[in-house]
């Protein structure tokens, strides 16, 4: 897979970057992330991606429910493709095409007051998505828009110069999600869709946003970080909140709450998942991370 001079430099900068984010992941998560890597390698050399479709631009998705690891993951993917395989990769993450908080309250007035908070589809702008994708195979300089989730509002942009990319990460907790039968909206499945959200209309527009996704969805290559239960990801969010925000972190019942917004998306992800995509990874509940077989 590697030679021992490129593996011994990719573990360095393994081990560096987890200093540096003050994380803990083990020589089993290393280990994964080469063969992860070598298999998009194989997959661009198999021509499954042909220079006339996309340039020679691999698309590659990742999903996975909150604090399942996607963002680190997809971080370092893209690290082990550049260092260990000389690929240029960029990471695009569905968190920074957020509409703006002003968007999102002209949406709570006119659909649903539950759309104010960020996350569900229909608060994403998927059009630029698709656009600054686009501008990136076309080797095109492009704005790549920056969200600030302490503020919860967008933040300005970073521009990407013009450049080939062989392969792009593209990473969003509902990535690769398809919309339900509007049968199996009903009934609510949580406390927030009980009491907020009775009548339907917030899951229904969730539901048929969803399908105007489907186009940008479409991938070379899939993975999907595997969370054990619902359990979990209230857990691992709680922790997450703990580290990152501060003083202005929110309070337990507040998670709870705000994964209740993405439960029944998440549900439905981890039974399709695994039979669609081209390749599961199953977290447990100490967040240790294995390969499954591959569909």
């Not at 900068?13 to 994380?23: E, G, L, S, T, V």
């Not at 007051?113 to 589809?121: A, S």
């Not at 709870?256 to 998440?266: H, L």
Request: charged share 20%.
């Amino acid at each position: 897979m590697f030679d021992v001079t490129s593996k011994n430099k990719l573990l360095r900068q393994f081990q560096d970057y987890c200093r540096a984010k003050n994380i803990h992941l083990g020589q089993d998560y290393f280990d994964i992330l080469c063969l992860v890597a070598a298999k998009l390698r194989d997959h661009l050399r198999a021509q499954v991606v042909p220079e006339s479709k996309t340039g020679g631009c691999m698309l590659v998705g990742i999903s996975g429910a909150q604090g399942s690891g996607k963002s680190t993951f997809a971080a370092l993917l893209a690290q082990t493709l550049e260092v260990g395989f000389d690929l240029s990769t960029l990471v695009l993450s569905l968190d920074d095409f957020y509409l703006s908080r002003a968007q999102r309250l002209t949406l709570a007035a006119s659909v649903h007051p539950l759309l104010k908070t960020r996350g569900v589809p229909g608060t994403h702008d998927i059009e630029l998505l698709r656009d600054v994708i686009q501008a990136v195979v076309d080797t095109r300089g492009t704005d790549i828009p920056l969200f600030n989730k302490m503020e919860d509002d967008r933040q300005g942009s970073r521009y990407f110069a013009p450049q080939p990319v062989r392969i792009i990460i593209l990473e969003g907790w509902c990535w690769g999600a398809t919309p339900c039968a509007p049968q199996l909206l009903e009934p609510p499945i949580n406390a927030l869709e009980a009491e907020a959200d009775p009548s339907g209309i917030w899951r229904i527009y969730v539901n048929d946003q969803l399908g105007r996704y489907q186009s940008v969805f479409r991938t070379d290559y899939s993975i999907f970080l595997k969370v054990p239960d619902m359990q979990s990801v209230l857990q691992w969010r709680w922790q997450q909140e703990q580290q990152g925000s501060g003083s202005q972190a929110m309070s337990q019942p507040a998670i709870s709450r705000f994964i209740m917004a993405y439960e029944r998306i998440t549900l439905r992800m981890l039974q399709d998942m695994p039979a669609q995509v081209d390749l599961t990874l199953a977290l447990d509940r100490a967040h240790k991370i294995a390969l499954l077989p591959t569909r």
